[in-house]
């Protein structure tokens, strides 16, 4: 059994946690250390099981509480090999507990693929996690939703996508220029419409499970996020089969189960 759920998310912070089979892990930690023990509580979850950790990036919203968690409850640590190199508690860790990954790898019972972000961070990754035939996959924290994203993302049985910001929300909005351009440029976020046009993209026209994350607090609201995404797929003409969640931005979401019998 596949299952995930979205721990925190937004800009304010962002973890997630996976499991498969045996085998629990956490996405990103951009709360604090006791914050995640709340939030893993909310779904029934002992911080003592978790398996590993993986950081997609550096930014102080995905790895604000890795080091005390991590330290806390003795958690190997994985991170692309740039990654491991700003990361700036490295030191902090226990020798080994910090690794790095260069290719797909199985972690328990949990296989993993990495996709490449296209984000203002040294080496970003997205991951899709496959168990016993299904697949969940997480992408946020990208400028462009590749060809690559497209085709993995095709397949997933559940998926966590950005959907960081409305365009015009962020054009009347307060930020100065240069971090309105930085936000909207390639190695920014997903507008609600560039997630609009990834979901009609990897419509493959079955039911899947799709949570929407990372809002901009400033820039963005779950209910602008629904409109602005569905306005787009009408455009496009595009009628998708399933409800699109938002995740919550300071609590956990729903403990979601990927049905191994819908996989492809
Ligand atoms: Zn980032
Ligand atoms: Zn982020």
Known sequence: MLEFATL?????????????????VVVDIGCTASK?????????????EIDGIFITHE????????????????IPVFAS?????????????????????SYNFALGDLEVEFLK???????????????????????TDTGVFSKTMEQSLSHADGILLEANY????????????????RIAGERGHLSNVDTARALAAIDGGGKRQIVLGHL???????????REIAAELARLGCSLHYDLQVAPRYEAGPLITLDELSST
Do not use: W
């Not at 925190?8 to 629990?24: E, I, L, P």
């Not at 939030?39 to 003592?48: A, D, K, S, T, Y």
């Not at 990654?83 to 226990?94: G, I, K, V």
């Open 8 to 24: 925190c998310s937004g800009s304010s912070g962002n973890a997630t946690f996976v499991r498969g089979g045996n085998t629990r």
């Open 36 to 48: 995640l023990t709340a939030h893993l509580q909310e779904i029934g979850v002992n911080p003592h």
């Open 59 to 74: 930014h102080s919203d995905h790895i604000k509480g890795v080091s005390v968690f991590a330290r806390k409850y003795g």
């Open 81 to 101: 090999p740039k990654t491991c190199e700003e990361l700036p508690f490295a030191r902090e860790l226990a020798p080994g507990q910090l690794n790095s990954f």
């Open 117 to 139: 972000l296209y984000h203002d961070a040294r080496q970003p990754v997205g991951m899709s996690f496959y168990h016993h035939g299904s697949q969940f996959s997480l992408v």
């Open 166 to 181: 409305s365009a015009t929300m962020l054009k009347n909005g307060p930020y100065p220029m240069f971090l309105k351009q």
């Open 216 to 226: 901009s607090e400033v820039n963005n609201t779950p209910e602008t996020a629904k």
